[in-house]
T-cell receptor, first 113, second 114 residues
């Protein structure tokens, strides 16, 4: 079974702090994704990566950066957390190509105070 | 960016009633996937549709892809309390430069009353 894990289920940070969200997958997937989920807005893509050290902006990259130093690990970084970044963050992975489904991690609920 | 509209946003049904959610795009789709997210859980893949007019069934769930490949529906017959959750469609567009990227709909939250 594919397993996607995220470093924290719940996280509380202060405004201005640097925040790291980690995601690890064990299925050797090339693609990895970071989404945020907000009520009524569905899942919005922040960044994705299709290979080690490769990244591409999604629909809402502002205020975020990512790092992919190893194939299995994809990190989301909030350089200076703000209250409007309070959200559920979901990581996903997949094989390349449109016919492959995405496997999601359990999510990290981040609260910025 | 491109948007995918999903309706309704919420649906409350009595157990045993049917339920349908619709996913609509103004642009021709390459394919569509459906995901289910249980309360407190994460999205889980249900199915993928690729061909125009395609219909697929999974027990009480029926998935359809429109003839023009611009819309899709998920129909649940005789809902059960285990069907509770949010259902998302997720699409890729024809002539998209990057087909690895899914665009998710806003989701339909289903509540089933026993």
């Amino acid at each position: 079974d594919v397993k996607v894990t995220q470093s924290s289920r719940y996280l509380v940070k202060r405004t201005g702090e640097k925040v790291f969200l980690e995601c690890v997958q064990d299925m050797d997937h090339e693609n990895m994704f970071w989404y945020r989920q907000d009520p009524g807005l569905g899942l919005r893509l922040i960044y994705f990566s299709y290979d080690v050290k490769m990244k591409e902006k999604g629909d809402i990259p502002e205020g975020y950066s990512v790092s992919r130093e190893k194939k299995e690990r994809f990190s989301l970084i909030l350089e200076s957390a703000s209250t409007n970044q309070t959200s559920m963050y979901l990581c996903a992975s997949s094989f390349p190509g449109e016919t492959y489904e995405q496997y999601f991690g359990p999510g990290t609920r981040l609260t910025v105070t | 960016g491109q948007q995918v509209m999903q309706i309704p946003q919420y649906q409350h049904v009595q157990e045993g009633e049917d339920f349908t959610t619709y996913c609509n795009s103004s642009t021709t789709l390459s394919n569509i996937q459906w995901y289910k997210q249980r309360p407190g859980g994460h999205p889980v893949f249900l199915i993928q549709l690729v061909k125009s007019g395609e219909v697929k069934k999974q027990k009480r769930l029926t998935f359809q892809f429109g003839e023009a490949k611009k819309n899709s529906s998920l129909h649940i017959t005789a809902t059960q309390t285990t069907d509770v959750g949010t259902y998302f469609c997720a699409v890729t567009y024809e002539r998209s430069y990057n087909t690895d990227k899914l665009i998710f709909g806003t989701g339909t939250r289903l509540q089933v009353f026993p």
